[in-house]
């Protein structure tokens, strides 16, 4: 966010869970991620209790889930389909997005283009975890746009 009146550029923290090609994971806060950029800092304070800086390697991810918490709530059963919530008021285009892991994320998107080196994903279910995924273009198998995001 840029503030006019000091001129300076802050850094809102965000929440993320980064999942890799290689299928690690890691948990922790970012305040630099911009997608254009070719790396960001990971700060994890998860499971260690004093906090480690990762450098990211943006190529290096599947995708970038924004959370909005770090434990998530493994009782609640995420709907996955369009059909499993009132998408009226949804904004965007609807996609699916098939990993090359199998991993399908449903949602809508503002950015999505074939050209592109990512686009994000706002999940079908409101109710989520997930606040957004920045998927990494190269990860997916297949993208549907679109009433063939439905199926």
């Known amino acids: 966010m840029y503030n006019k009146k000091t001129m300076n550029i802050s850094h809102t923290k965000h929440c993320i869970v980064a999942h890799f090609k290689s299928g690690k994971l890691?948990?922790?806060?970012?305040?630099?991620?911009?997608?254009?950029?070719?790396t960001f800092h990971l700060r994890s304070t998860y499971g260690r209790g004093k906090e480690n800086t990762y450098e990211v390697r943006t190529n290096d991810?599947?995708?970038?889930?924004?959370?909005?918490?770090?434990e998530g709530n493994k009782d609640y059963v995420e709907k996955k389909h369009f059909s499993d919530v009132d998408s009226r008021n949804r904004r965007g285009i609807k996609i699916k997005a098939e990993f090359t892991d199998g991993e399908i994320i449903r949602g809508t998107s503002f950015d999505y283009g074939k050209n592109f080196r990512g686009f994000y994903i706002m999940p079908v279910d409101p109710l989520s975890n997930n606040e957004k995924v920045y998927v990494i273009a190269d990860s997916t198998r297949h993208i549907a746009i679109g009433q063939a995001a439905d199926v």
């Open 26 to 38: 890691l948990k922790g806060y970012t305040d630099d991620f911009i997608p254009a950029q070719e």
């Open 61 to 70: 991810l599947k995708a970038l889930f924004f959370v909005k918490t770090l």
